[in-house]
């Protein structure tokens, strides 16, 4: 990040990292008589409002929960309508993204998905992958506990190894085999559609983050709702557990 644009995001208190779970497709499209597939795919076009504002603001990462572990168990039709959605982003979006500058991540367990669809995120990571405009993680087969769990068994291998001590597993040494490893914690964490929890989304990584909870459906989120979400933001004091300076 350039000198400049650092100054400029500290004056006007822009977040770094934007975290948001997309919430209320579903009920979006009951009350409108539709099928959950057109909630999906209305919730697909608020991704782009919501990318549009983040790069317009100067944020550096977003990370959307797009599908957790726990959609799997939902009803198989369902489950295939939006892995045929991620399909047909993956295949007619990307460009587009890509040209506009912005890099791609997947953070999640995505060996659960078929391997022509990991062929297709693996295919999206590496042609975005020296984009800086700004860092899109997409949280797909995602689990904070799971995070947690995975990150926990590969430092434990490597203590069963003899490649590290068991006293050198400090937090930042856990948090860099977290997914979003090498990705700074979120500064603010958004909920849409009146629910006020976390849904096992960015467990540790929200340790400090601000919480905002938005009334309204994922598809019918847009700029204005994330502007809000910002002055939210300038608005709090962020003090990490220290007293502020008298």
Not at 182 to 200: A, F, H
């Amino acid at each position: 990040m350039s000198a400049e644009k650092t100054r400029e995001k500290e004056k006007v208190s822009v977040p770094t990292h934007v975290a948001v779970i997309m919430d209320g497709n579903g009920r979006w499209a009951a009350e409108r008589g539709l099928p959950r597939l057109a909630g999906h795919k209305a919730g697909a076009e608020a991704v782009t409002r919501c990318l549009r504002a983040a790069v317009a603001r100067g944020v550096d990462y977003l990370t959307l929960y797009a599908f957790s572990s726990e959609n799997w168990s939902r009803e198989p039709q369902e489950v295939s309508d939006l892995t045929s959605l991620m399909r047909y982003y993956l295949r007619h979006k990307i460009a587009g993204l890509h040209q506009e500058g912005v890099r791609i991540r997947f953070i999640g367990d995505l060996s659960r998905f078929d391997s022509g669809l990991r062929v297709e995120l693996d295919r999206a990571e590496k042609l975005t992958s020296k984009n800086t405009r700004i860092t899109l993680l997409l949280a797909l087969s995602y689990g904070g506990r799971g995070d947690i769990v995975q990150a926990a068994q590969r430092l434990a291998l490597s203590v069963q190894r003899g490649e590290m001590a068991a006293e050198q597993i400090t937090e930042l040494e856990f948090s860099q085999h977290l997914w979003t490893s090498g990705v700074p914690d979120p500064d603010v964490v958004v909920r849409t559609s009146g629910e006020y929890r976390l849904s096992n989304f960015l467990l540790w990584q929200s340790a400090y983050a601000e919480l905002v909870f938005l009334d309204v459906f994922w598809p019918d989120f847009n700029e204005r709702h994330f502007a809000a979400v910002l002055d939210h933001y300038a608005r709090r004091e962020r003090r990490f557990g220290v007293r502020p300076s008298a």
